[in-house]
């Protein structure tokens, strides 16, 4: 009976899972956790304040508050953890706020505020206030530190990257995963209408220059046959708004459905959305969203292994050559035999192997 207990014991698995590491440091740079200044008034930029129903749809996995101190300043840190990083940057575009001016070199995205400055790290979007420009670089060390995302997790959102940009308006891309963050990002569109079941993706931005003010919508379906559905729909969502929607132009490119609406002229708007592709070339220098990234890399591998397999069968073509046909001759000299003459091996006989017939003329 002891032996089948311990037997029994032997075989029950153990998982050891180790837990995970906190979202916001102890300390970064000059900065430690310490007591909020009391004096420290709330931001409009504050996640506490976001759009519940909307954050809930980028998912998040989970979220820390913690207050730093430095030399007598506070600074109150908020920060929230994504399932992937495209969550993490439709969150970034539904709590940034108008009048943040984007900046760059403090995460993947980041914008500035006159109290706040909000940025994303790899699945996690934060945000810390009072802060301002020159506080960027005192955050690097926070961005620094957050933790890294590898993986599928850590690819760009594609939809964003298609975007035009001539006459783009800074600050105005709003990326949305659901309805609710689709409304709550001041969509043109009924949100009810564009079939987010079907794990639609959408992105709006603003466009203004000598052409006019412009707003581009663009919906990205799983497939074509939802795509053409979601066309018609919102074609008939123009159609039924009249006058308001006048010079709007809608059109569809695969998966992706496109809507130019504001004071373009018909023209300029269809030219806009003619010349946005669901597959366009992209920069090495820049994000590349996912399926464009794998595919350069893939094809570039590919076309290197086919060129260095290449070279290797040829070089080993030559080797061989030369192995057996130098051995041949350096055999034949050993048996004291000229090395490049061997009739009885070169030749194949087609001499004739009879006597040429010959005629004789029959006498008269």
Aim: proline letters at 6%; a negative charge; aromatic letters at 6%.
């Amino acid at each position: 009976m002891v032996g089948l207990a311990v037997g029994a014991a032997a075989q029950t698995a153990t998982t050891l899972s180790e837990p995970a590491a906190p979202l916001l440091p102890q300390s970064f740079g000059q900065w430690k956790i310490g007591t909020a200044d009391s004096s420290t008034a709330s931001s409009p930029v504050s996640l506490v304040n976001a759009n519940k129903d909307a954050l809930e749809e980028c998912g998040p996995q989970r979220s820390q508050v913690a207050d730093y101190t430095r030399g007598g300043r506070s600074l109150h840190v908020e920060a929230i953890q994504f399932g992937d990083r495209t969550g993490a940057f439709s969150a970034f575009t539904l709590v940034k706020r108008p009048g943040m001016s984007p900046a760059k070199g403090l995460g993947s995205a980041a914008a500035v505020g006159s109290d706040a400055v909000l940025f994303t790290v790899g699945t996690s979007i934060v945000v810390a206030y009072p802060a301002a420009a020159e506080d960027l670089d005192e955050l690097k060390p926070l961005a620094a530190v957050m933790p890294k995302t590898v993986g599928n997790q850590g690819v760009a959102p594609l939809l964003p990257s298609l975007l035009p940009t001539q006459g783009l308006v800074d600050g105005s891309v709003r990326y949305a995963l659901g309805g609710a963050s689709y409304s709550a990002e001041g969509g043109v569109l009924p949100a009810a209408a564009l079939a987010w079941d079907k794990s639609a993706e959408a992105v709006t931005a603003e466009y203004k220059d000598k052409r006019g003010e412009e707003t581009l919508t663009m919906l990205l379906y799983p497939t074509p046959t939802i795509a053409g559905t979601a066309t018609r729909t919102v074609q008939s969502l123009v159609n039924a708004a009249g006058s308001s929607y006048a010079n709007a132009r809608v059109r569809r490119e695969g998966e992706l459905v496109m809507l130019a609406s504001g004071t373009f002229a018909p023209d300029e708007a269809q030219h806009m959305i003619e010349n946005t592709h669901l597959k366009q070339q992209v920069s090495m220098d820049n994000d590349m969203a996912p399926s464009t990234h794998v595919q350069i890399l893939q094809t570039y591998s590919l076309l290197t292994n086919i060129a260095i397999l290449a070279g290797v069968l040829m070089l080993a073509a030559v080797l061989l050559g030369l192995f057996l046909g130098g051995g041949r001759a350096a055999y034949r000299v050993m048996r004291g035999k000229p090395a490049a003459s061997e009739p009885e091996f070169l030749s194949l006989h087609l001499d004739p192997q009879n006597k040429a017939p010959r005629f004789e003329k029959s006498g008269d």
